[in-house]
């Protein structure tokens, strides 16, 4: 089983946002403290993130994967909603930044329904990158019936928003890659709200998860972990991250990019 490594951009500054984020945020960081999930040095460097206006850690997950020899990819927002608030200025940066240190890059969707919308987030993609090669996947992983069809029709490689434990297929001319392990998934198992587990109930559930899908024969498992979350102030998450890369070292499973794994299915049907 090869693992494909990627990071959805949902956030670049705190200030930004002019929802409810926040609040909920800082309620929850105090339930998470007050049940003893979240320590008081957490608490504070969260605080602080607020105060400084970051919140992401895209130079600082990077430089991790670089060390790891992960060809991560990164899929950003050409548009906003549902919490993804930042520019298309910051997106411009960020996207050249990425690309510039050597990764694979793609959309972070919005629009999901309507194919003009859907068009338009291709479009400033293919523009940043002077090239039609990337795939995309919906923020929240939002998605219709005629989602896929619809997305094929934009010009995508490949989407990755599909919840299955299936191999990757193909449609006509774009790839599907059904997403496997997500980092809020493990961390709320069955839609709970607020932490309640440690670090070695995290690593039994993802060593669970791992053996369901090699019992189920997952040739490429895809595996999302959040930018937002590789900082001190998610220590658990970013522990939980890192231990995850050397497990996975540990099997002996080797890290491989979508683009890579698109060229190597289309050898096998060629």
């Known amino acids: 089983m090869k693992i494909i490594v990627s990071h959805d951009i949902d956030h670049i500054t705190a200030w930004e946002h002019k929802n409810m984020i926040i609040p909920k945020h800082i309620v929850r960081s105090s339930i998470e403290l007050l049940t003893s999930t979240l320590t008081f ?30 060809p991560a990819t990164f899929f950003i927002g050409m548009d906003n909603g549902l919490g993804l608030d930042y520019s298309f200025r910051n997106a411009e940066i960020w996207t050249k930044k990425i690309y510039q240190n050597g990764f694979d890059i793609g959309v972070h969707g919005i629009a999901y329904e309507s194919q003009d919308k859907m068009k338009e987030e291709y479009e400033k993609m293919k523009e940043l990158l002077n090239s039609s090669a990337f795939g995309i996947r919906m923020h929240y992983l939002r998605n219709s019936t005629n989602t896929q069809i619809q997305l094929e029709k ?16 193909k449609l006509s001319t ?20 607020w932490m309640t587990m440690g670090i070695d109930e995290l690593k039994e559930l993802t060593i669970q998860r791992v053996n369901i899908l090699k019992n189920t024969n997952i040739e490429y498992m895809t595996f999302l972990f959040h930018d937002r979350y590789f900082n001190n102030s998610f220590s658990i998450w970013k522990e939980w991250y890192m231990w995850s890369i050397n497990y996975f070292e540990s ?14 299915l289309d050898e096998k049907i060629s």
């Open 41 to 70: 040095k957490e608490y504070s460097l969260r605080i602080k993130e607020l105060i400084e206006n970051k919140w992401h850690n895209i130079e600082e997950i990077m430089s991790f994967n670089k060390r790891h020899h992960i």
């Open 251 to 264: 099997l002996g499973m080797p890290f491989i990019s979508y683009s890579q794994a698109i060229k190597e």
């Open 154 to 169: 934009c010009g995508y490689l490949f989407d990755t928003t599909l919840r299955k434990d299936i191999n990757p297929y």
């Open 174 to 193: 774009m790839y599907e890659f059904p997403l496997h392990i997500m980092d809020g998934d493990i961390m709320y198992p069955e839609n709970e709200r």
